[in-house]
């Protein structure tokens, strides 16, 4: 083993590590919140006007739970791989969604880490929303293709 391949193998974990507390902490500060406050989630889903109102109270419903539980499997390190992937698989219908929203002309806050709904026009601020998920989706893939990390329970069972 080169000296290079052996630095980047240990260095490597630590890296993922970084990526994997940072998405947890994401999708927590997303999803926590919203845990609290079901009405103001569901009510950001419909400003997308995407769905039906009833699917999207479903889904403003079930999406902090499903962000909560990723943020805790990424936090833990436990089925790193598959959170990462399920992280990447989200983001890319977030910014999906924000694309939609702005080619539409709809005026709406993303409702990602906050209430959400309808803003002013001049408040809206979709390239920043769509940039900074690009980022998140780029640390989801990066961990996706190099899930071990230190301190993970995956590392635990699995070594």
Partial sequence: MTDRARLEGTRMPWVSLVLRLALAAVFLFAGVPKLTN?????RSVRAYELFSYDVANLIGTLL???EVALGVLLLVGLFTRF??????LL?????AGI???WAR??????GCFSEGGAVAE???????????DLVFLVMAGALSLRPRSRFSVDQALWG
Avoid at 122 to 132: H, N, W
């Fill in 99 to 101: 694309a939609s929203a």
């Fill in 83 to 88: 959170s990462a992937l399920l992280a990447a």
């Fill in 64 to 66: 902090p739970m499903v």
């Fill in 105 to 110: 002309g709809l005026s709406i806050d993303c």
């Fill in 122 to 132: 001049d408040a809206t601020k979709y390239p920043l929303e769509i940039a900074r």
């Fill in 38 to 42: 079901f009405p103001a989630s569901r």
């Fill in 91 to 95: 983001l890319v219908v977030f910014i």
